[in-house]
């Protein structure tokens, strides 16, 4: 049985893939830090549209199932706000920026929304699409053997 919390969560995200798939742009809060340190759960919130074109390095909303628990028959799918790492004509595999190894799948209609812009407490808005941005996340991608040790830092400065 879902609690309360699920099941309000649950009725939100519903109504904002509604929305985002009849061309409504939505903002959404973000929580966690698996997309640190470009987005901040509790902080940012990000600004959703339909997924027109898909590209490796976008941002996107899916429902997808961890690497964990891809090998159990009735493993569960969650809802994550996460970057595409691979793409190919039916399937995603997405990471989390502040990820060290975890790795979600999906299908390519799993996608329901792309992130255009992640909108700070200030109001300022960088866009995930810039040409820095996309830039910035191949380079943090790259240095996926070195995130541990960059993240350590990053947090220890943002305290």
């Known amino acids: 049985m879902m609690d309360s919390a699920k099941k309000s969560d649950a009725i939100i995200m519903a109504e904002a893939i509604r929305l985002v798939g009849e061309g409504v742009s939505v903002s959404f809060p973000v929580n966690g830090c698996s997309m640190l340190p470009f987005i901040v759960g509790g902080r940012d919130s990000v600004i959703l549209e339909k997924p027109v074109d898909l590209r490796v390095y976008d941002v996107v909303l899916a429902h997808a199932i961890p690497d ?92």
């Open 68 to 159: 964990n628990v891809a090998h159990l028959e009735n493993a569960e799918k969650r809802y994550v706000i996460h970057r595409i790492v691979a793409l190919s004509d039916e399937n995603v595999v997405l990471m989390g920026d502040g990820n060290l190894v975890q790795r979600e799948y999906c299908k390519r209609s799993e996608v329901y929304a792309k992130v255009v812009c992640v909108v700070q407490p200030n109001g300022k808005k960088c866009s995930t699409g810039a040409f820095w941005g996309r830039v910035a996340a191949k380079v943090w991608y790259i240095l996926l053997p070195v995130r541990r040790y960059l993240l350590w830092i990053y947090r220890r400065v943002k305290r």
